[in-house]
């Protein structure tokens, strides 16, 4: 699976951004999707999942209430829309896709750096700074 991340760019603190990753050519209905990111010199975090079933998804803690995301199966894309972005949300953002077997499975638990069943995208820059 070949996923592409776009969306990262510079913006000021307070600002909004959406990022998208795409599969073009490829079928995402069974695959469970998530976003995570890295900034130098930090481990790479969670920052968000979506189940098969569109309406399960999965925040990390200082995301809750600021990003959304969200899947467009007939496009092959998922999103993740952030708001209320702050300088400590730099990063190199990653999206991620899994199979997952069951609509309902808990994409936490298979959109996982652990997991050797996971691909990854290319990652975009998201610098937040004024």
């Known amino acids: 699976v070949q996923l592409q991340a776009s969306g990262g760019g510079l913006v000021q603190p307070g600002g909004s951004l959406r990022l998208s990753c795409a599969a073009p050519g490829f079928t995402l209905d069974s695959y469970a999707l998530g976003w995570f990111r890295q900034a130098p010199g930090k481990e790479r975090e969670f920052v968000s999942c979506i189940s098969r079933s569109y309406d399960i998804t999965y925040y990390g803690d200082s995301m809750k209430g600021r990003f959304t995301v969200s899947r467009d199966n007939g496009r092959n894309t998922v999103y993740l829309q952030m708001s209320s972005l702050k300088p400590e949300d730099t990063a190199v953002y990653y999206c991620?896709?899994?199979?997952?077997?069951?609509?309902?499975?808990?994409?936490?638990?298979?959109?996982?750096?652990?997991?050797?069943?996971?691909?990854w995208g290319q990652g975009t820059q998201v610098t937040v700074s004024s």
């Open positions: 991620a896709a899994a199979p997952s077997l069951s609509l309902r499975r808990d994409c936490r638990e298979v959109v996982t750096p652990t997991s050797s069943r996971v691909y």
